[in-house]
């Protein structure tokens, strides 16, 4: 309601191609460590994220990068990642850079 109607001029969306590929594990530890006081959760998402995945040649992949395909962990992982990399990124820069109001919200 408050977009429609709100005087806002411009809308931005963003499509981040990859994403879920190329997450950064150390970044999403770092991240993570700046909320989280447990040792043992940190370990565990560790885990989670260097969890082998089968190729069809039956083969086990140890990701170096990304999060695991279709993990139930892997939304909520992306939300704390691109709070870090986009929503304080947009309040920092770019709010401070425009004289009219602005108003972030990911989806």
Request: charged content about 25%.
């Amino acid at each position: 309601m408050k977009l429609q109607f709100g005087g806002y001029h411009h809308l931005v969306e963003a499509d981040i191609k990859g994403f879920f590929d190329n997450l950064s594990h150390e970044w999403l530890m770092r991240m993570l460590a700046e909320r989280i006081d447990d040792e043992p959760l940190l370990r565990l998402i560790k885990k989670w994220l260097k969890a082998g995945v089968l190729d069809t040649d039956g083969k086990v992949l140890r990701p170096e990068s990304g999060t695991p395909q279709g993990g139930i962990i892997s939304p909520v992982i992306a939300n704390v990642y691109l709070h870090y990399a986009v929503d304080l990124w947009f309040e920092r820069v770019v709010q401070r850079s425009c004289k009219a109001g602005v108003s972030a919200s990911l989806c």
